[in-house]
């Protein structure tokens, strides 16, 4: 079964940086695009940035310039590199990606866990 793992969240001060790691595993033929969302309490879940396999990238408005979204293709692992953090990105954050497998057969997007972001002020 295809499975997403996220590793890297924790406690940061505003200002600092943290680096979350996304690996996929499985029987994997091919991923489209990886991306990471998030989720702060009382609101709803958002895009953080996106990568898709040729490496162009998008970012929401208030993480561009801050925080640097890439991908190794070859060990199906996103990253999601964050600096000049502030209070207001905390929140759990989400890997996701849209996944070709043979276990279970055809395309569809998946999710990790879930890792938790708290920056303090």
């Known amino acids: 079964q295809v499975q997403l793992v996220e590793s890297g969240g924790g406690l940061v001060q505003a200002g600092g940086s943290l680096r979350l790691s996304c690996a996929a595993s499985?029987?994997?033929?091919?991923?489209?695009?990886m991306g990471w969302f998030r989720q702060a309490p009382g609101k709803q879940r958002e895009l953080v940035a996106r990568?898709?396999?040729?490496?162009?990238?998008n970012y929401a408005d208030s993480v561009k310039g801050r925080f640097t979204i890439s991908r190794n293709n070859a060990n199906n692992t996103v990253y999601l590199q964050m600096d000049s953090v502030k209070p207001e990105d905390t929140a759990v954050y989400y890997c996701?990606?849209?996944?070709?497998?043979?276990?279970?057969?055809?395309?569809?997007?998946?999710w990790g866990q879930g890792t938790q972001v708290t920056v303090s002020s």
């Open positions: 990568i898709i396999s040729d490496g162009r990238t």
């Open positions: 996701a990606a849209d996944i070709f497998s043979a276990r279970p057969v055809g395309s569809r997007a998946y």
């Open positions: 499985g029987t994997i033929f091919s991923i489209s695009s």
